[in-house]
């Protein structure tokens, strides 16, 4: 098991997304309780960005929305940055 640590700016941008997706909240709490059991789940489809945003990972939450992230797996910890659509959380 793996710790999400939530950021501050992640914590806002997650309460803005769920109020304007309300629709989205069961799919977006078993997201990141599989992101919590294993990562490397395919059902996430994690993969490391590239540009602006190397050294970041993102998962798919949606077909059209993704999560971005920094593993720090040898720590144990997976730390949440954003939350939004496609064209949202690859913005740099």
């Known amino acids: 098991m793996y710790t ?4 501050s700016t992640f914590t806002r941008t997650a309460k ?3 109020r304007k997706n ?4 069961g799919e977006f709490e078993r997201t990141l309780q599989q992101l919590e059991k294993d990562p490397s789940h395919p059902k996430l489809r994690l993969h490391p960005l ?3 945003l190397a050294g970041k990972h993102t998962i798919s939450l949606t077909y059209s929305h993704r999560i971005v992230l920094t593993l720090a797996l040898q720590d144990g910890e997976i730390v949440l ?4 659509t496609h ?3 690859y913005r740099s």
């Not at 999400?4 to 950021?7: A, P, Q, S």
């Not at 309300?22 to 909240?25: A, N, S």
């Not at 940055?81 to 939004?84: M, S, T």
């Open 16 to 18: 803005r997304f769920l």
């Open 81 to 84: 940055l954003d939350v939004g």
């Open 22 to 25: 309300p629709h989205l909240r």
């Open 50 to 52: 590239k540009g602006n």
């Open 87 to 89: 064209d949202h959380a």
């Open 4 to 7: 999400l640590v939530w950021t």
